[in-house]
């Protein structure tokens, strides 16, 4: 199935459904393959793309939680083959991390306001290691748009 053929199919699925959450998350899908679309990747990359759409099987027989299950595997799939990550990917794992750790360290100073404070400088410092990270990712185009343009 090609990135286009799979497009058309979830435009032709976002219409057919009634659900507000199902459209929006139709809408994240053909965003992403659209975006994938104008990287600068080469045909055999490309090919592999499509070879891994063939095999998630997309088809209008699928519940939607198949389905969503199927785009989360190819999300996985692109971001361990081609480095490719959603916007705003590495802030959120900043802002877990940091908050972890945050309350770690900061429960070894003091067991309940040091918690706190651990984990809202934990969460800041995480903000701006994953901003930048972010920043990054976006200079190298190794971000996937979520929303349509």
């Known amino acids: ?8 199919f979830l435009e032709n699925a976002k219409k057919r459904t009634d659900k507000k959450s199902q459209r929006k998350s139709y809408e994240t899908f053909i965003a992403i393959l659209t ?9 055999e990359q490309f090919q592999s793309i499509e070879k891994k759409l063939e095999n998630l ?11 969503k299950r199927n785009f989360s595997r190819l999300q996985e799939f692109l971001k361990v083959k081609f480095s490719l990550t959603e916007e705003g990917h590495y802030t959120s794992l900043g802002i877990a991390l940091g908050m972890c750790f945050g309350i770690v360290f900061g429960a070894v100073i003091d067991t309940y306001i040091g918690a706190s ?3 809202t400088a934990g969460m800041a410092i995480g903000i701006v290691i994953g901003k930048s990270m972010d920043s990054k990712a976006d200079v190298n185009d ?5 929303t349509l343009q």
Do not use: A, N, R, Y
């Not at 975006?35 to 045909?43: G, P, Y």
């Open 142 to 146: 190794t971000v996937l748009k979520t």
């Open 35 to 43: 975006d994938l679309k104008t990287k600068d990747l080469d045909q």
């Open 117 to 119: 404070i651990g984990m």
């Open 57 to 67: 099987q997309f088809s209008s027989k699928l519940p939607f939680k198949e389905l």
């Open 1 to 8: 199935m090609t990135l286009t053929d799979t497009i058309t």
